[in-house]
T-cell receptor
Framework: DSGVTQTPKHLITATGQRVTLRCSPR?????VYWYQQSLDQGLQFLIH???????AKGNILERFSAQQFPDLHSELNLSSLELGDSALYFC??????????????FGSGTRLTVV | GQNIDQPTEMTATEGAIVQINCTYQ??????LFWYQQHAGEAPTFLSY????GLEEKGRFSSFLSRSKGYSYLLLKELQMKDSASYLC????????????FGPGTRLSVLP
């Protein structure tokens, strides 16, 4: 157990629907990062929050949004889902505003399947 | 821009040694990380290099040459459980804003 908790582990939904993925960072970590990993693809950075504020955006679609709450958990909202959104979505956390000397700590991921 | 290259796939035999290379071009440099990722699982941290040279950790070692924009991960005494993807990641300028993962190298260890 890495200490980063992601729910749900699996999600199957239909095209056009909206889903919310949840992440609780490791205790003491202020940063949360979201990544998308499609089949046989690398990790694509989506967005970074630090202590409740958005710090950086990667290649995140306009249909996707995220937020970090006062208790530091984060939610990634995916709407108007398309088949191509099927992927593993990872959340990672770190103490500061970037990777420390052990990088990021990743959660076990949410596998989203859009049918 | 930022670019990280790794071989897509490699195959090696149980008990052997394998070297996985990573070349990078990034805006600034503040460290290079290696992660291991088994299929469908989360990446797990293996090593961190910020200065030139070799860092050894048991069966795994990582090397960095900043002047060449080059790193490698060396895996010794390969075991079947080492079959996984190995991701190189570089921390560039602005720390969190520039932490870029390479495409990963899928290693298959054969008996």
């Amino acid at each position: 157990d890495s200490g980063v908790t992601q729910t749900p582990k699996h999600l199957i939904t239909a095209t056009g629907q909206r889903v919310t993925l949840r992440c609780s960072p490791r205790s003491g970590d202020l940063s949360v990062y979201w990544y998308q990993q499609s089949l046989d693809q690398g990790l694509q950075f989506l967005i970074h929050y630090y202590n409740g504020e958005e710090r950086a955006k990667g290649n995140i679609l306009e249909r996707f949004s995220a937020q970090q709450f006062p208790d530091l958990h984060s939610e990634l909202n995916l709407s108007s889902l398309e088949l191509g959104d099927s992927a593993l979505y990872f959340c990672a956390s770190s103490v500061g505003g970037g990777p420390d000397i052990s990088g990021y700590t990743f959660g076990s991921g949410t596998r989203l399947t859009v049918v | 821009g930022q670019n990280i290259d790794q071989p897509t796939e490699m195959t090696a035999t149980e008990g052997a040694i394998v070297q996985i290379n990573c070349t990078y071009q990034t805006s600034g440099f503040n460290g290079l990380f290696w992660y291991q990722q088994h299929a469908g699982e989360a990446p797990t941290f293996l090593s961190y290099n910020v200065l030139d040279g070799l860092e050894e950790k048991g069966r795994f070692s990582s090397f960095l040459s900043r002047s060449k924009g080059y790193s490698y991960l060396l895996l010794k005494e390969l075991q079947m459980k080492d079959s996984a993807s190995y991701l190189c990641a570089v921390r560039g300028d602005n720390y969190g804003q520039n932490f870029v993962f390479g495409p990963g190298t899928r290693l298959s260890v054969l008996p």
